[in-house]
């Protein structure tokens, strides 16, 4: 097991990494929460698999343990499943000391985390990602929501979880496409912060695709690693953590724009990472080289970079309605040289407007 912890004082907590251990998530969150009733929060698809099991493993920790099923799927990420959570506790009295445990992807996370801080003012929280893209990104460092019709996160609270639990042999469940996606999070790591984590990507990219056991454990940690580097320092987005954007500004535009339904969020963010990398080539801050380099793994981890059927314009009006957007400035965070960047929102309309039309089929 590996183990490794996001320092925030009292609201600390660990991160803990191995394969094939579900069975023991109710012994180890038996050493952190008090005895009270827990509600496992799943979605149909990873709760046919996995929500038997964990309840079971709870039980058998002699935890008071329920589930709820929600629909799968981003367009779900919305306050009406947040209010059947809500339902669900107050209907069956769950305690101000209770527990809620999201188990499953990205958008159970989000949608689990912000009830645990809305009910009741707060409750616990325990994340147990089963998508890729959880496991490295989304189930560290307490960003919890969910979408408005006009924008992605854009109702939200940071709430950090008491436990992340980590097991990645349940990502040889994932379906496929679902695993080609969460890449393009850990090609973002290599990117904004690590040069050498990046030309480890590049190496086992083949293995990785393939489903590599060895190599997909390597990088879940050291993308861990980095995300809670970087969430230790800055808890609330103030200043490093925004660098964890790289990609997802365009990336949640195209999302929104269309509907949730065309792209993953790994898919935009793959074509977000491309277009600001060359956003950033046209401001001379970032080289046709390095550019080429990226588009290159993205083409070997099988995700998209190129846009079909949107009209660019509403992208760059989608963008203006981003979270991160200062003084209605859109806010960028653009490569210096792999393993380095820098936020800037400087950057000319015409150029992004440029880059975006010349990515289109």
Known sequence: METLRVELGERSYEILISSDWLKDLGKKMKELIPMEKILVVSDERVGALYADATVESLREADFNADTIILPEGEEVKNLSSVERIYNFLVEYNYPRRCTVVALGGGVVGDITGFAAATYMRGVNFIQVPTSLMAMVDSSVGGKTGVNHRLGKNLIGAFYQPRLVFIDTSLLKTLAKEEFISGLAEVIKYGIIRDARFFELIVDEMGNLVSGDMKAINTIVKRCCEIKAEIVSADEREAGLRSILNFGHTVGHAIEAVTNYRKYRHGEAVAIGMLATSRIAVKM??????????????????????????????????????????????????????????????????????????????
């Open 284 to 361: 001379n801050l970032f080289s046709d080289m390095e550019v080429q380099r990226l588009w290159q793994v993205i083409v070997r981890a099988n995700l998209p970079y190129r846009l079909k059927d949107i009209d660019t314009d509403d992208i760059i009006e989608r963008m203006r309605k981003d979270k991160k957007v200062r003084s209605e400035k859109v806010r960028f965070v653009l490569p210096k040289k792999i393993g380095e960047t820098v936020i800037r929102d400087d950057a000319p309309e015409p150029i992004v407007k440029q880059v975006l039309d010349d990515m289109k089929l």
